[in-house]
């Protein structure tokens, strides 16, 4: 499944991301047929197409951002209403636990795509007056 992703370091934690949400919705989906779970990757596999679909078109800063927060954003509320249909008084208690552990990690995940996306900014900042002091430095030399 090709992902798309702020750079390397984004790219390995959405990794891990993505495969702790599927190890989720496999254990609350065990006492299901199989189909459950597969169904849920194909929900899945849809976001990461809808994600990279509208990441081609992404050519500002703050639109990157709003990708970066767009695929945990659709991942989680889609991993949720799934629990949410699967529920029943059998697994309720078993559903709570995995629906907080997804909660977590998914902040979690945003603080890691937050970080990143500061590093990229002070990244970027830098070039900039990088470019900046040598355009006067040229400006002063002509």
Do not use: W
Not at 3 to 8: G, M
Not at 26 to 37: G, N, R, S
Not at 63 to 91: D, K, Q
């Amino acid at each position: 499944m090709e992902l798309n992703s702020l750079n390397k370091n984004h790219e390995d934690i959405l990794q891990k991301y993505i495969s702790f949400v599927q190890k989720t919705v496999y254990q609350a989906t065990e006492e299901f047929e199989a189909k459950k779970f597969l169904d849920f990757n194909k929900v899945l596999e849809n976001i990461i197409d809808y994600t990279n679909a509208y990441g081609k078109f992404i050519e500002t800063p703050n639109r990157r951002t709003e990708l970066a927060y767009m695929t945990p954003n659709l991942i989680l509320y889609s991993c949720v209403g799934f629990i949410s249909g699967i529920r029943n008084e059998e697994n309720n208690d078993l559903l709570d636990e995995l629906s907080e552990e997804l909660f977590e990690t998914t902040v979690d995940f945003i603080g890691e795509t937050t970080d990143i996306l500061e590093d990229i900014r002070a990244k970027e900042n830098i070039q900039k007056k990088i470019l900046t002091n040598i355009n006067k430095i040229n400006e002063h030399n002509n």
